[in-house]
């Protein structure tokens, strides 16, 4: 069966970086892409960007000057990193695996982001 | 940018039927999704396509379209139906994915 197992909460300071990690498993990962979501405490979902089957990104206009998708086929993990942190980025970061026709079907557990000096 | 509006909350008695509407300019144009999530869960999918529904969802759940708004209804509320629900589509401009800004379903 189809997962998507995300890396642990983290911790960051203002202006730092952060590189959360979803592992799948359960289908090929190199022919679906993959999706990030984030949700602050209390607020909606918000689209951050997607990292297609052949692995090319594209990125919400919010983020595009400081997030990065990735993706190690070898491993079928996909990776955002997301720099310049501040007190507004506190939020959990979903990824979310995308099926052949363009639905956002699976979704991974979460990983909790907390910006704070 | 493009915007999704939905209703902050809906209130609706156990068996009664739940209506939830999302608004957007590009949805003749495009595909909506709804999805629900329950306090410190993932979300799911409920509806795709507008009016598909996966394997595994309650009948209960129902998508419509119609122009510029598409609506998620359920029939015959039950209590664990109380959640936030999102619809979601994509912007014809750029192609960027969007959700709607939520609503949440109280049971009372």
């Known amino acids: 069966q189809v997962q998507l197992v995300q890396s642990g909460a983290e911790v960051q300071k203002p202006g730092a970086s952060v590189k959360l990690s979803c592992k799948a498993s359960?289908?090929?990962?190199?022919?679906?892409?993959m999706h990030w979501v984030r949700q602050a405490p209390g607020q909606g979902l918000e689209w951050m960007g997607i990292?297609?089957?052949?692995?090319?990104?594209k990125y919400a206009q919010k983020f595009q000057d400081r997030v990065i998708l990735t993706r190690d086929a070898s491993t079928s993990t996909g990776y955002l990193e997301l720099g310049s942190l501040t007190s507004e980025d506190t939020a959990f970061y979903y990824c979310?695996?995308?099926?052949?026709?363009?639905?956002?079907?699976?979704w991974g557990q979460g990983t909790l982001v907390t910006v704070s000096s | 940018s493009y915007e999704l509006t939905q209703p902050p909350s809906v209130s609706v008695s156990p068996g009664q039927t739940a209506t939830i509407t999302c608004s957007g300019d590009?949805?003749?144009?495009?595909?909506a999704y709804w999805f629900q999530q329950k306090p410190g869960q993932a979300p799911v999918l409920l509806i795709y396509?507008?009016?598909e529904r996966p394997s595994g969802v309650p009948e209960r759940f129902s998508g419509s379209s119609s122009g510029t708004k598409v609506t998620l209804t359920i029939s015959g509320v039950q209590a664990e139906d109380e959640a936030d629900y999102y619809c979601?589509?994509?912007?014809?401009?750029?192609?960027?994915?969007?959700f709607g800004t939520g609503t949440k379903v109280t049971v009372l």
């Open positions: 396509q507008d009016t």
């Open positions: 590009a949805l003749p144009k495009q595909y």
């Open positions: 979601q589509s994509v912007d014809s401009s750029n192609s960027h994915y969007v």
């Open positions: 990292i297609d089957h052949s692995g090319v990104s």
């Open positions: 979310a695996r995308e099926d052949k026709l363009g639905t956002i079907d699976f």
């Open positions: 359960g289908y090929r990962f190199t022919s679906h892409s």
